[in-house]
């Protein structure tokens, strides 16, 4: 069974930084590409980001690029998302989840292609 936990959510003022954790179990991030997507009260849900199963290899959408950033850990099967000089905007629930197929990258920023997804966490950004 595939479980994704997600963590590290909370309140920050504008111009803040946090970092959010996404812990797998089930499905490891060496074989399966991973993403974070975020939904905002009122809004679709949007990609943020993603990591290709290799290591290295990250996307990012234009709202985020140059200030938020994901990596992962293979030995603790975790995929990070440290988020810098955050804004109002950046208010939403954020979510991670699995690549629905191992070792494919293609197309990475389609909801529709992840098939685990995590509880989500709150990131709420003060002005």
């Known amino acids: 069974q595939v479980q994704l936990v997600e963590s590290g959510g909370g309140l920050v003022q504008a111009g803040g930084s946090l970092r959010l954790s996404c812990a797998a179990s089930g499905r490891a991030v060496s074989t399966y590409s991973m993403g974070w997507f975020r939904q905002a009260p009122g809004l679709e849900r949007e990609f943020v980001a993603a990591?290709?199963?290799?290591?290295?290899?990250?996307n990012y959408a234009d709202s985020v690029k140059g200030r938020f950033t994901i990596s992962k850990d293979n030995a603790k099967n975790t995929v990070y998302l440290q988020m810098n000089s955050l804004n109002v905007v950046d208010t939403a629930v954020y979510y991670c989840?699995?690549?629905?197929?191992?070792?494919?990258?293609?197309?990475?920023?389609?909801?529709?292609?992840?098939?685990?997804w995590g509880q989500g966490t709150q990131v709420t950004v003060s002005s």
């Open positions: 990591i290709k199963w290799s290591e290295g290899i990250a």
């Open positions: 989840a699995t690549y629905r197929r191992p070792y494919e990258w293609v197309p990475i920023r389609r909801a529709t292609e992840y098939d685990y």
